[in-house]
């Protein structure tokens, strides 16, 4: 099992570009969690889904869109990417036990 | 207020030391607890859960205070590999408020 995986792993993009995050799990989970992590700011939830073709807003949504046309897979999209943009996204899953597991991380920075 | 509050530290503590972290939560619907480890540059990855009944794994013990909102981590007889940053987690419905964390350095 590769748990979840997260691509890219690095990325650096202009201001006003746009890119697609790919999250992917194998774990059969249900919900999945986009977060991102600022200095001093904790994780903090942009989307979520409870399962496929479903999506919910989280604390940050602005400026992101998401979409889970499979199970398996959370796509994160920044349609103009803006230098407040620059962090590390993480995604997460999980099946109806409560432990998040977590992908390695999206560095991204918006110059 | 945020919604999950944590001492950033850092602690700096000597091997074998004894160490307390502390958290409060403002939700009192809160459904589930959790302490988190992240070390640096790397995902964050389940420690253990908490309840009310306190838990123990090994050097770990979790205690949460509904009443007072309060959880705790306490981490006994410190080790170098202890070094990290330690999330405070409160669950809700579906969503996952996490901390800004707490870190650790365990010195030699």
């Known amino acids: 099992n590769a748990g979840v995986t997260q691509t890219p792993k690095f990325r650096v993009l202009k201001t006003g570009q746009s890119m697609t995050l790919l999250c992917a799990q194998d774990m059969n989970h249900e919900y999945m969690y986009w977060y991102r992590q600022d200095p001093g700011m904790g994780l903090r939830l942009i989307h979520y889904s409870v399962g496929e073709g479903t999506t919910a807003k989280g604390e940050v949504p602005d400026g992101y869109n998401v979409s889970r046309l499979k199970k398996q897979n959370f796509l994160l999209g920044l349609e103009s990417a803006a230098p407040s943009q620059t962090s590390v996204y993480f995604c997460?899953?999980?099946?109806?036990?409560?432990?998040?597991?977590f992908g390695p991380g999206t560095r991204l920075t918006v110059l | 207020r945020k919604e999950v509050e944590q001492d950033p530290g850092p602690f700096n503590v000597p091997e074998g030391a004894t160490v307390a972290f502390n958290c409060t939560y403002s939700n009192s619907a809160s459904q589930s607890f959790f302490w988190y480890r992240q070390d640096c540059r790397k995902e964050p990855k389940l420690l253990m859960s908490?309840?009310?009944s306190g838990n123990e794994d090994g050097r770990f013990t979790a205690q949460l205070n509904r009443a007072s909102q309060y959880i705790s981590l306490l981490i006994r007889d410190s080790k170098l590999s202890d070094s990290a940053t330690y999330l405070c987690v409160v669950r809700g419905t579906y969503k996952y408020i996490f901390g800004t964390g707490t870190r650790l350095k365990v010195l030699a």
């Open positions: 908490v309840y009310s």
């Open positions: 997460a899953s999980r099946d109806t036990e409560f432990e998040q597991f």
